[in-house]
Nanobody, 125 residues
Framework: QVQLVESGGGLVQAGGSLRLSCEASGRTYINYAMGWFRQAPGKEREFVAAISWSGGTTYYADSVKGRCTISRDNAKKTVYLQMNSLKPEDTAVYYC??????????????????WGQGTQVTVSS
């Protein structure tokens, strides 16, 4: 029902910025909350940010709060993650995900039903 494709990753120096995009296909996308997760080499996949179906509510992991902004454009079926003041520890594969359930924004991977393939973000020191 939902297919997700991430883009916008790349190599950036510490202190720089990137804007990740996740384009969705599927008729139910606008009714789904969306999240961003990341997974660094040798680490578990971790929560980064989430946004409600309307875009009116957002939530961030402490590790990125103040540096990242999640937003969505439902007309374009796209969710974004603006990342500023990037640090080497932000290096990871970033995934977007869709949550078909209703209620509180999820911070665990089990809360999400559909996943993209990921986009690599590398931050050099």
């Amino acid at each position: 029902q939902v297919q997700l494709v991430e883009s916008g990753g790349g190599l950036v120096q510490a202190g720089g910025s990137l804007r990740l995009s996740c384009e969705a296909s599927g008729r139910t996308y606008i009714n789904y909350a969306m999240g961003w997760f990341r997974q660094a080499p040798g680490k578990e996949r971790e929560f980064v940010a989430a946004i409600s179906w309307s875009g009116g509510t957002t939530y961030y992991a402490d590790s990125v709060k103040g540096r990242c902004t999640i937003s969505r454009d439902n007309a374009k079926k796209t969710v974004y993650l603006q990342m500023n003041s990037l640090k080497p520890e932000d290096t990871a594969v970033y995934y977007c995900a869709a949550d078909s359930s209703w209620g509180r924004l999820g911070t665990k991977i089990d809360s999400y039903d559909y996943w993209g393939q990921g986009t690599q973000v590398t931050v050099s020191s």
